[in-house]
Every structure is written in C-alpha cells, then in structure tokens.
DNA sequence: CTAATCTCTCCAGTCGCTAGAGCTTCAAGG
DNA sequence: CCTTGAAGCTCTAGCGACTGGAGAGATTAG
C-alpha cells in the first residue's frame, strides 16, 4: 500500500493533482487508514501513470475517463479508444502545421526590427499588420491545450 | 463611432470578449451613449485588431499589454517589443518540436489497433505503455497555451 | 407605436490544475 | 512514552482567457 507522496514520487504527478483526480473521477477513491490518509495499491498505480501518460500526449480529462472506462471491454467497443488516439493524432498534426506558419510569422516579426530604432517600431506595426502573413493563420483550434503546460518538473 | 456589435463583427471578436478586454485595460473603456452603450473609435478598431492578431499569434494577454504601452515610445525602450516577438517565436520553435515528438508516439499508439478485437485492447495498453517512446516527450513545456482554443470562428 | 434586435451588468462555468490556511496523523529518535 | 517534523487531511480561492446565461434597458426599422 502507497502513501499519496509515494504515487507522487513515482509517477512525477503531483499530491493536490492526484487528489483532483480522484475528485473527477479518474482514480477510484482510495481506501483509508483509522487517520484518513489515504492508501493506494499497485493497481491505482499503474491508473496514474497511465493518466499521467496520457496527459502528456495531451489528452483531455474526458477522453482520458472514456479509455478507463473500455478497460476490459473486447470487441466493437474498443473502436473508441482507436478513434480516440487517432482524433488526437489529427488534431496534433493539425496544429503543428498552423504553429508551422505563427512561427514564419513571428519570424517575420522579429526580423522587422534590426537594431536601428529611430521612428516607430517596426515590431509592433508588423504585429499590428496582418497583410503579409497569407491571411489565414487563424487558430481556429478546437479541443484543449495539446500538451499542458503542468509546471515545470 | 461603431457600437460593439460591429466590432465584434468587423475583427471576429466576441462581443463578450471584447468587453473582457476593456475590464482587463487591454482597451481603453469606450465613450458611451446617454442609454449607456458603448462607442468606438477607428482607432480602437485598430487597437482590437491588432490585440486580436497578437493572440492568435500566441501572445499572452500580458505581454500584448506591454506592446501596447510601448506604442509611440522610442529608442531602446523598443528592444523590449523585439524581445517579445524573439521570445514567442522560440517558444514556439520549442513546441513544435516536442509536438512531433508526440505525434510519432500517437502514431504509434493508434497504429497499434489495426481492426483485430480479440484480446484486451492494444491502444489502451500502448496508451499505458510509457516504454516504447524513447522516453522524453514530456512536455515541460513552460509559458502558456500558444494559439488558444477560442472557439469556432 | 411596436416589435425585433442589441446592449447593458452581473454572475457562474469551463479546463487543468496550483497554492494557501488551518488542522490532524504518522514515523522515527530520544 | 513523548516529542518533533514531515506528510497528510479538507476546504476554498485563484490562474488565464474566455464563454454563456439571466433579466433588464436601449436602439432601430417598419
């Protein structure tokens, strides 16, 4: 049986994330000791380190809760869980191929101004002007943040 | 003088949000009608434009406050405006770089599902399996969401 | 004048955490 | 056995960047 530091210590997940997650339902509530800490087994272990996992290929909660759920499940169901990786897979490509352009763009920006500052600048017209850039970099990005940014660890 | 409805309609800008940016000082709060309803300048749908650009480039809120109270301002001041567009390209340069990583790894993972259901499912195991990915693809990625989610437009 | 559309303010919710307050429990050393 | 300090508990609030709804008032077209 694990402390919550000890899940914390060896999956890289944090204790108040840990506890969010259980509030969510993506751990089980885990069971207690006389003084209410709580007691993990290898099993909800391995649950957070797939969670963890998952998290860092940037699935959302909800997605994340629907694959747990297909544990154990066979056959046609397990469709969804194919349809989930591959939906993230898209969305992914998807966004490196707009980031792909904000970045010539900001290249752009930052070449603008070189060094010699006399009028105005020339930075912040290039980001005021949204001629040069083919027009369409909008971000029109559904879903959630691809890869969150969890605090450094 | 343009009411917010044609703003909002003139930069893709939600009405909501709009009046978002005036409580957070990104927009200087507008003139108002005797019925109390607000009413732009050119300048400010410049001023929206140029905010609405910034973040679909990425730029936090903040930062484009900064490119703001930098406007008319001279000199070596502007290295500032360059610093911002130098640093944002980067970290985009940064993400994109780690977003190849995982979509490799979601390749793989949806790969690894090919139609067959018999036994527990391969995805959710490959989504389990930390192991094959060489390792580093977590995503420490600091500083925020680079081209927000901000709906369908 | 009336009906339809806009706009107003305020509040709550989203997502995925993170941090703090103020308290209790646990394990180890003396 | 007692103390000490780390680690745990619950609860609440906050982040960023919005989004949506309620319920009221303003404006505009016919």
Redesign the interface.
């Known amino acids: 049986m694990l402390s919550i530091g000890e899940m914390s210590r060896r999956t890289g997940v944090k204790v108040p994330t840990i506890r969010f997650y259980e509030d969510k339902g993506l751990l089980e509530p885990a069971a207690r000791t006389t003084g209410n800490q709580r007691r993990y087994s290898h099993a909800a272990l391995?649950r957070l380190?797939?969670i963890r996992?998952?998290r860092?290929?940037?699935l959302p909660l909800g997605d994340i809760a629907t694959?747990i759920s297909?544990?154990?499940?066979?056959?046609?169901t397990?469709?969804r869980?194919?349809v989930?990786?591959?939906r993230?897979?898209d969305r992914?490509?998807a966004?490196?191929v707009?980031?792909?352009k904000?970045?010539r763009?900001?290249?752009r920006?930052?070449g603008a101004?070189d060094g010699h500052?006399?009028?105005?600048?020339a930075?912040?017209h290039?980001?005021?002007?949204?001629g040069p850039c083919a027009g369409d970099?909008?971000?029109?990005?559904?879903?959630?943040?691809?890869?969150?940014?969890?605090g450094?660890?």
């Open positions: 391995d380190a797939f996992h998952a860092d290929l940037g694959l297909l544990e154990g499940a066979t056959g046609a397990l469709d869980a194919h989930i990786a591959q993230q897979r992914l490509r966004r490196i707009n980031l792909g904000l970045e763009e900001l290249d920006i930052a101004c500052h006399d009028g105005p600048c930075v912040l290039a980001f005021g002007d949204h970099h909008r971000n029109n990005d559904q879903g959630n943040d691809q890869g969150a940014p969890r450094t660890r």
